[in-house]
């Protein structure tokens, strides 16, 4: 976390030496890493807010993913320069240090990428407590949701020892969900079964509306794409970063944009807009609505692991991060006090927890994903002009470098889409205000302890000096 949050020395990052020096084990090669990354991207987006796009949008499902397909490229090839050049497990915060040097731009950076993993984790909860599992039980949702944010840090408190392989093993599962999904669409288009006609149909009104439409189911789509900047992550323990993170990246990301764009041609070709919008587990409305006959329990099974998996990394990830900035003494230090018996960030957990149960009894799917992809397309925006910023910066080895014109892009669509012109709704900038008017309380309250300990300290000093002058010292 020092990484992220203070300014590194001359020579410090960057060097050739960074391909090669770091404590952690360089064990992730290419194949590990690709299925690393598409397994950061597959989960809650898919499975739980297809229906949530299908009432934006209407039959033309595909469109807002294909949009956000482009535009999460455009990140991802700014994320490749910037890994391949800075190969440090920071991630955006770092490049926002080295870029602008402004640490508290730096601190909200940090605490909107955890805020979005908060939020994230809320809309997986929120899906889990949803359709699919009321194939099993009919339980108040909201209260499931709660027990589910509840369980799972209480499983982080004990301690979760991840790793790549098990993420290959559940990327595995979630793949085999959308490939239920995909064989149903082989099986109707062969069997002709359908409605073609829907996939051209775009149900936002007409005129500008039409615009603000596209651009609002687009910015929601965008939540199934978020992930992939969490592989940077890994960049100290992967092989060679500087050469295999931008093809991991680019194969990861285009591997699930295309997955994503045929599980949402599928699902507006088998079931009508109306009906997937109605559904807080709509994919589970395809299988129902398909000709094969694949068990819906079983496919509402697959889902809730999918969700459960994306929760908790989220979970996890959010409460390191507040460890780390603790450890920094950007937020207060008691913040990354550590359960003694366990080694685990107790305060951490609890705090992350609180704000997701709060953040799953107040929104629902649909507004807290846009609020996960609001607070990451302003993280984002900050991105890709960090790229040109750092275009001054020389590093002494080869290195990932984009075309210019696509972090401008870049730029310009994250801020479109996190602009109003994306017609979202005013709950989302609340929610997303309220979660960085935390970090920033936090911060300033850092701040004043901070200077109150330097303020003790000198007169502590002040006392020592003027007892010395008056003959209280040593020698007297």
């Known amino acids: 976390m020092a990484n992220q949050l203070h300014a590194d020395g001359p020579g410090a990052v960057g060097g050739a030496e960074d391909e090669g020096r770091t404590p952690l084990k360089r064990a992730i090669g290419p194949k590990l890493l690709v299925l690393f990354v598409v397994g950061d991207i597959l989960g809650t987006g898919i499975y739980a807010t297809t229906g949530e796009i299908a009432g934006r949008v209407g039959g033309a499902l595909w469109l807002p993913y294909a949009i956000s397909f482009v535009v999460a490229l455009l990140t991802a090839a700014s994320y490749a ?13 770092l490049y926002t240090q080295k870029a602008f040097r402004v640490p508290f731009l730096t601190f909200i950076v940090a605490f909107m990428v955890m805020s979005s993993g908060l939020s994230s984790a809320s809309a997986a909860a929120r ?16 209260l499931i949701a709660i027990l589910f944010v509840l369980a799972l840090a ?3 408190l004990r301690g979760v020892s991840e790793s790549v392989k098990t993420n290959v093993v559940l990327t595995v599962v979630e793949l085999t969900g959308l490939a239920v999904i995909l064989a149903i669409g082989v099986w109707a288009v062969l069997s002709g079964d359908g409605e073609p006609s829907r996939l051209t149909e775009i149900d936002t009104g007409t005129g500008q509306a039409v615009v603000s439409g596209v651009l609002g189911a687009t910015a929601l789509a965008f939540f199934a794409f978020v992930g992939f900047e969490d592989s940077v992550n890994m960049a100290e323990e992967t092989r060679r970063p500087s ?15 295309t997955i994503y764009i045929l ?5 507006s070709l088998l079931v009508t807009p109306q009906r997937l919008e109605s559904s807080s587990g709509p994919l589970l409305e395809v299988v129902e609505a398909g000709g094969l006959d694949f068990p819906p329990k079983l ?7 999918a969700v459960t998996n994306s929760a908790l990394i989220n979970i996890m990830m959010a409460s390191r991060l507040v460890y780390g900035m603790a450890n920094e003494r950007v937020i207060p230090r008691g913040m990354g006090r550590v359960l003694p018996s366990r080694r685990t960030p107790v305060v951490g957990i609890v705090f992350v927890s609180l704000i997701a149960v709060g953040l799953v009894s107040t929104g629902e799917i649909g507004g807290l994903g846009d609020t996960t992809s609001f607070l990451l397309l302003c993280v984002f925006f900050v991105v890709n002009v960090a790229v040109l910023v750092l275009r001054k910066d020389r590093v002494a080895h080869h290195h990932f470098r984009t075309p210019t014109v696509l972090p401008v892009v870049g730029a310009v669509t994250a801020l479109v889409l996190a602009s109003p012109l994306a017609d979202r709704d005013t709950g989302v900038y609340v929610r997303a205000g309220v979660l960085v008017a935390i970090g920033i309380a936090l911060w300033v309250v850092n701040k004043l302890v901070l200077r109150a300990s330097a303020s003790d300290g000198k ?6 000096e003027r007892a010395k002058s008056d003959g209280a010292g040593p020698g007297r």
């Not at 899906?127 to 949702?141: E, K, N």
């Not at 050469?243 to 944009?257: D, H, Q, Y």
């Not at 007169?459 to 020592?464: H, P, Q, R, T």
């Open 81 to 93: 320069e910037l890994v391949g050049k800075y190969p440090r497990a920071a991630g955006a915060a």
């Open 459 to 464: 007169s502590d000093d002040g006392a020592g």
């Open 154 to 156: 209480a499983l982080t």
């Open 299 to 305: 496919f509402a099974l697959i889902a809730l692991f």
């Open 263 to 267: 599980v949402a041609l599928v699902s």
């Open 127 to 142: 899906a889990f407590s949803g359709d699919y599992l009321q194939t099993f039980v009919d339980i108040p949702p909201t």
């Open 243 to 257: 050469r295999t993170f931008p093809k991991a990246l680019f194969i990861g990301v285009a591997f699930t944009g």
